[in-house]
């Protein structure tokens, strides 16, 4: 992805945001409330327009964070239904849907519609997936066995994670965006904490 | 294909609002089919009244209502609700075409209307049952009418889903269209000139139409036509991300299909007493005429002999003729209070011959449109 660039009515929402993903790894776009994570994905997967940038590679699927899509269905309905659609079916045992499955969505916790959400997108057969949020709404348990079942998924994950704890256990390197630029690419942390670099870069910027 | 009609049908199932529409409907139909029966035996032992006036406009007027304002409602949340939960995120990332989606959405929506029609086919089995006539191509034509009033008003419904921002909001947007089209049919009675052949297409126009047994081409086509453009705008507008000129030609070329298709004269009579055509003999004398027929009617649209030339006259002559053109000078205007001599008459002229006539008798007013001729 080269210099994306989006508006929203007058103001500049992405400023020519760069970065690359490398087959198999997991980066995490990180950044404050508002830095344009959800805005960049939204861009990427082609549901904002983008003013400028290109974007080149094997083609992908974004889930967006907290849907209930299909309210009045249920949840075996909805999993059939991306099953007919990519024809793979979903394994739901893995992310503990099995007993929700004769429930509607609109019925369901955060946290289990959160792993809907996930199962939905694990159906998608694209090498790469965006994941906007994947952790949120989830327990520290959820949390774990999730993120163990997006390694087994053997694919390309980008991340739009807030809770940086999350971020720093489960990625391999690190988008950090503030105010709709992008402030580093943090390929490395060595010894260093991710909050004390993610406080440290953003608060760089702000001075700027 | 097939995956999507079956969502689409799992859905509209799954809401509340078809079921309530459904129940509403049948009621309000019962309702009208028991009026229309028991008008229709006190009328008919003083006055012969045909079964289409009768019977089958007044119980199928059940569907006016439910078109109107309950059926926007069924469309809206087709759209909407996948638009409020996202859903429509995932869709735009399927391997389907954004117009499939609406397709998909658009048949189901035609075979939730044809669902809510077995009341009516109920009720005219129950006519029949009891000894009643019906005359099968007149009854069809109403339903046909019925049926391009919904095609138009969903697709109205599902574009103002797709645009606005919430359910709400677009059916504020549907109900103000459907006030604006009686406006406009009020507005543009007797007044001639573009306005009036606009009025024509209006939702309320369009039925009446059907309902005199007539069945006119032009008011076909530009349903259809008008129905597939607000079809486009709502597959544009739900393209998110995608900019708008990608269906911009397509909206474009629909435009002008409109504009041609407003211009087709071809018409067909189905009403079992043939009331729109003039008899076949005189049909034949009319249409050997070649130049054009002006018509100049100084008469106020609410004139009783305004309305009575309009449909017995104006109506079979212009299926007969090659070209009637018909100016009314008082377009609106009461002529309550104006001073005019020629109020009540009216002028015909042909090749450079005219006459006046303050006749609105079919017989009269072919005798002097032949006495031209001569």
């Known amino acids: ?208 | 294909m097939r995956a999507l009609l079956r969502k689409e049908i799992d859905e509209l199932f799954a809401a509340r609002a078809y079921w309530l529409v459904l129940i509403a409907t049948s009621l309000l139909l019962a309702q009208s089919y028991t009026d229309a029966v028991n008008t229709y035996r006190e009328v008919s032992t003083t006055t012969a009244l045909s079964t289409l006036d009768g019977i089958v406009t007044p119980s199928a007027g059940a569907y006016d209502l439910a078109i109107m304002l309950l059926f926007p409602f069924v469309a809206i949340r087709l759209v909407a609700s996948e638009k409020s939960s996202d859903a429509l995120k995932l869709m735009l990332q399927w391997p389907v075409k954004m117009r499939l989606h609406i397709a998909a959405k658009f048949v189901v929506l035609l075979f939730a209307w044809m669902v809510s029609l077995i009341p009516f086919a109920i009720a005219m089995a129950i006519w029949m049952t009891r000894g009643g006539h019906l005359h099968a191509s007149e009854t069809l034509n109403v339903l046909l009418g019925y049926t391009l009033r919904f095609a138009l008003t969903s697709a109205i419904a599902m574009a103002a889903a797709a645009l606005m921002p919430g359910a709400a909001n677009a059916a504020v947007v549907v109900l103000a269209f459907t006030i604006g089209t009686w406006a406009l049919d009020f507005m543009a009675t007797g007044r001639g000139g573009i306005l009036q052949r606009l009025a024509e297409f209006t939702p309320a126009a369009v039925t009446r139409t059907f309902e005199r047994g007539l069945l006119r081409m032009d008011v076909v086509l530009v349903m259809l036509a008008v129905t597939a453009l607000f079809l486009t705008l709502t597959s544009m507008s739900l393209r998110r991300g995608t900019q708008w000129g990608g269906g911009a030609p397509a909206a474009a070329a629909l435009i002008i299909a409109i504009a041609l298709c407003a211009q087709v004269k071809t018409s067909f009579d189905v009403s079992d007493s043939q009331r729109n055509s003039f008899p076949p003999t005189e049909v034949a004398k009319l249409s050997r005429i070649a130049q054009p027929l002006e018509i100049t009617i100084y008469l106020a649209a609410e004139d009783p002999r305004m309305s009575d030339f309009s449909n017995n006259v104006l109506v079979k002559l212009r299926r007969a003729m090659r070209e009637v053109r018909v100016s009314t000078p008082y377009g609106a205007r009461s002529a309550l209070f104006e001073n005019d001599d020629r109020y009540g008459t009216i002028v015909y002229r042909l090749g450079g011959k005219s006459t006046v006539s303050r006749s609105t008798t079919e017989e009269i007013v072919l005798e002097t449109i032949y006495s031209l001729t001569r």
């Open chain 1, 1 to 208: 992805m080269s210099e994306l660039s989006a508006r929203r009515g007058t103001r500049d929402v992405l400023s020519q945001v760069s970065f690359a993903v490398r087959p198999n790894e997991i980066l995490g776009v990180i950044g404050p409330n508002g830095a344009g994570k959800t805005t960049l994905f939204e861009c990427v997967a082609g549901l904002l327009p983008r003013t400028s940038g290109t974007i080149r590679g094997e083609p992908f699927f974004y889930m967006p964070d907290a849907i209930r899509p299909w309210p009045d269905q249920t949840v075996r309905w909805t999993l059939d239904l991306c099953a007919r659609v990519w024809g793979t079916l979903p394994n739901t045992a893995d992310l503990d849907l099995e007993h929700l499955m004769d429930q509607r969505v609109k019925s369901l916790s955060k946290g289990e519609a959160k792993r809907l959400d996930l199962a939905i997108a694990l159906s998608a057969p694209h090498a790469i997936l965006f994941l906007d949020e994947p952790f949120d709404g989830l327990d520290l348990r959820q949390t774990r066995q999730v993120m163990e079942v997006l390694r087994r998924s053997q694919r390309t994950l980008v991340l739009s994670i807030h809770q940086l704890r999350d971020a720093a256990r489960v990625c391999d390197r690190f988008l950090l965006l503030d105010n709709g630029r992008s402030v580093a690419m943090l390929d490395e942390l060595g010894d260093e904490d991710l909050e004390e670099v993610f406080l440290a870069r953003t608060a760089a910027q702000r001075d700027r």
